[in-house]
């Protein structure tokens, strides 16, 4: 099973993929989305959903985990931040692909053990986990792969997951 982790971002949105290989999970890719600040809203989106969707075709995933954004003190922030999650949510959906939708005090506890862990912690169990030599850079990137981990350990459960991937691949054909 292949996850695509989306931490969604207007000005950085970072992505990972991880790829379960036996019982060991594997780094298949990462990177960041960038959208200039000082393009209008409109621009940005186009731009986030023409790079998300280069992601989604070239790293085939089965599922989508998008960190789920809740209430924070910074409502600019938020609200930029649900808008790049709608954008992976639609593409998700105009792709046949299910998502699943992780807080990030969730995703903290399933690769740490903590759902309080602090990023250092996150990122060094990201690097543990996938047996990376370094941590990887930017933070957005590893808090993507932090959110495919979880999905991999937490996610709908990977029976059920593998039957709605192999019905959908069925209904494509």
Do not use: Y
Not at 35 to 43: F, L
Not at 67 to 93: H, K, W
Not at 111 to 139: C, E, H, N, W
């Amino acid at each position: 099973m292949r996850v695509l982790g989306v931490d969604p971002g207007l000005t950085r949105c970072g992505i990972g993929v991880v790829e379960k290989v036996g019982s060991n999970l594997r780094l298949v890719d990462l990177g960041v989305i960038k959208t200039p600040k000082e393009a209008e809203i409109d621009q940005r989106l186009l731009a986030l959903e023409a790079e998300l969707s280069a992601w989604i075709r070239r790293s085939k995933p089965d599922v989508i985990a998008i960190e789920r954004v809740f209430s924070q003190l910074n409502v600019r922030t938020a609200m930029a931040t649900g808008q790049a999650a709608g954008v992976a949510i639609l593409l998700a959906a105009k792709s046949g692909l299910p998502i699943a939708l992780h807080t990030p005090s969730e995703v903290k506890a399933a690769v740490t053990g903590s759902g309080r862990a602090d990023k250092a912690q996150v990122a060094s169990m990201v690097k543990r986990i996938l047996a990376l030599k370094d941590i990887p850079r930017p933070v957005d990137t590893t808090d993507a792969l932090a959110l495919a981990i979880c999905h991999h350990w937490r996610g709908t459960g990977e029976a059920r997951l593998k039957a709605a991937v192999k019905k959908e691949r069925a209904r494509r054909r």
